[in-house]
DNA sequence: CGTGTTGTTGGACGTTTGCGCAATATCGTC
DNA sequence: GACGATATTGCGCAAACGTCCAACAACACG
């Protein structure tokens, strides 16, 4: 197996263990036993176990953010566009994706690899939102005074909710989430209430069930 | 020592501990050493790690919130109360309170007594906030449709916000926080912007340096 | 065929974890 | 002053942790 591919390997059964276990306790022996190999291969791949979690964390948040991307890419509009983004965020397959933001969060403080990429994809995702909103903007479809600021309320907002949901359970409802998140985003952009409620963007849709 | 008193040391030792290391890698023999006692005494007043944790982090959270209420409470005004809520929530002296939120936020779907605890008091803090809403719509001072849905916008907000400051330090900036906050407040309650900013609440401008 | 490089193993090392338990100390009550 | 309850100790236990390392296997290249 060629060096990239067991890297792969590697982050693979990490993704697996920690979606059970949470990024948290999830430990160089489960990897290996996960892989059906020893332990002391991984760190003949990685320096430390904080590297591992850090490349593990990436991985999924990279690979969302792209499909949130892409997704946002095809749509026929820049409202739409940021109407999918709140839709493909709170996302019921991503409960266990939102868990492993929470544990990256939380270890930030104590493992730097893993603090550095949750510091980077966390703006990447930012950006992601800030320039949709500025497309829309140029386009004359919204109106809105700081693109920059706007972004990092809405994320945060959504941050804040999914985490309710994921951590929580049943103090608030998905459906609440997405519902509640798209109009504080109408109010910031400065469009009509329902402008990026459901109708129109039934691609995505189906992520948004319970 | 009473039983009470010192079910309150070693709440009181562990949050030390916890100031410093994270609420997630406290551990028993942390806490003993701490109080200058055995690892023993605390499996005699709690029933595991679990329930310490939880404790203490109850301690933290409901103190800060009764500090929170009593400020509020004696705010001249309803909407001044809510200002008051929006300035002592990003308090830079809270920061390693907010990280044992993320803490408990991450931990909560390992560890059965710290979800219930952070469920419940997360829940109260959004029932201070809706609170105060309601009594600035009933006294004409703000319009809101929905009350509870502002307070739970509102809170994740600041939840989100906060934690880009917290987990990832030079993300944000503070004071950002706050303003961008307050701003979104005046929005969801009908208000002129500027009218929940810093002129008149003067008692609590302490907390918002840097 | 020999030889060096590299993937991989399996386990040792030292530490740390939560928890339990017998022994000891302390103290209120008769 | 003796006694019973309870607070507290100090350590043992088994398991788990990250890291490291000597040894074996596999394969490329001379």
């Known amino acids: 197996m060629s060096p990239e591919r067991r890297r792969e390997a590697i982050v693979d059964a990490t993704l697996a263990v920690a979606r059970r276990k949470g990024l948290a306790s999830t ?5 290996a036993a996960e892989m059906g190999t020893s332990s002391g291969l991984i760190h003949h791949y990685f320096p430390s176990m904080d590297h591992v979690l850090a490349a593990a964390f990436e991985t999924v948040a990279r690979d969302d953010l792209e499909q949130s991307a ?3 890419s095809t749509a026929r509009d820049p409202l739409r566009a940021i109407a999918v983004f709140f839709r493909t965020y709170a996302r019921a397959e991503k409960d266990w994706a939102f868990q492993l933001w929470l544990d990256a969060w939380s270890e930030a403080s104590r493992r730097p690899a893993v603090r550095t990429t949750s510091r980077r994809l966390n703006l990447a995702w930012q950006a992601l939102l800030q320039q949709a909103i500025e497309v829309a903007v140029a386009t004359g479809r919204a109106t809105c005074p700081d693109p920059r600021a706007a972004a990092w ?9 999914a985490l309710q949901v994921v951590a929580h359970g049943t103090t608030l409802r998905r459906g609440q989430v997405v ?3 798209t ?3 109408e109010a910031e952009l400065g469009l009509a209430p ?3 409620s459901t109708r129109g963007v039934a691609e ?3 992520g948004d069930r319970a």
Do not use: E, P
């Open 27 to 31: 430990t160089v022996r489960d990897v």
């Open 70 to 72: 892409t997704a946002m």
């Open 153 to 161: 309320r809405l994320l945060s907002l959504l941050d804040g909710l």
């Open 179 to 181: 519902r509640w998140a």
């Open 183 to 185: 109009a504080s985003a």
């Open 194 to 196: 329902g402008a990026l």
């Open 204 to 206: 995505t849709a189906a």
